[in-house]
């Protein structure tokens, strides 16, 4: 039923009440049957219980580690800043898998010098576990909107570094 459908039947039930005539009841469907609603009440009937969850410890969410997901954001950030030329190269190369350098260079870039290039527009972090931070992000990018996304993960030396970044 849509939501316009609901709200005639609502407006229907409210003149039937205010008439003293019976209400149009709705119905439940549980999967397998169609159950109708008491005539006289127009209750619907009661479903069964859900099922009892599986035993042993429930499943936890990590806490989000706020530190991490602002160290990638700021790794995205400043490798926006090398694709834009208005950082250089050499004060991101610590923090960024060589991979990552590799497809920045391919990158093209606007060779008469001017900036404005590549500008962030946006940026989500999510930490999807306690070693990696996930970034999806828009960018602007020669004159188009574009999507970016790139993974930053925790080292062996325990520090954040970009492992993926892709421009779409």
């Not at 409210?14 to 005539?21: D, H, I, P, Q, V």
């Not at 410890?57 to 954001?73: E, G, N, S, Y």
């Amino acid at each position: 039923m849509t939501a316009l459908a609901d709200h005639e039947i609502h407006t229907q039930n409210r003149l039937r009440r205010a008439l003293g005539l019976p209400t149009a009841g709705g119905y439940l469907w549980d999967g397998h049957t169609l159950h109708a609603a008491c005539q006289t009440c127009g209750q619907l009937p009661p479903l069964q219980p859900p099922p009892a969850p599986p035993p042993g410890r429930p499943v936890v969410d990590i806490v989000p580690d706020h530190d991490a997901l602002q160290t990638a954001a700021r790794i995205v950030a400043a490798l926006v800043e090398v694709i834009d030329q208005r950082r250089p190269v050499k004060q991101v190369a610590d923090f960024v898998h060589p991979r990552v350098l590799r497809y920045v260079h391919t990158l093209p870039v606007d060779h008469g010098g001017s900036r404005g290039g590549a500008r962030l527009l946006t940026l989500h972090a999510a930490q999807p576990n306690e070693g990696a931070v996930e970034i999806a992000a828009s960018v602007r990018a020669r004159g188009r909107r574009r999507a970016l996304a790139a993974s930053v993960a925790l080292t062996s030396d325990y520090v954040w570094a970009c492992q993926t970044f892709r421009i779409l």
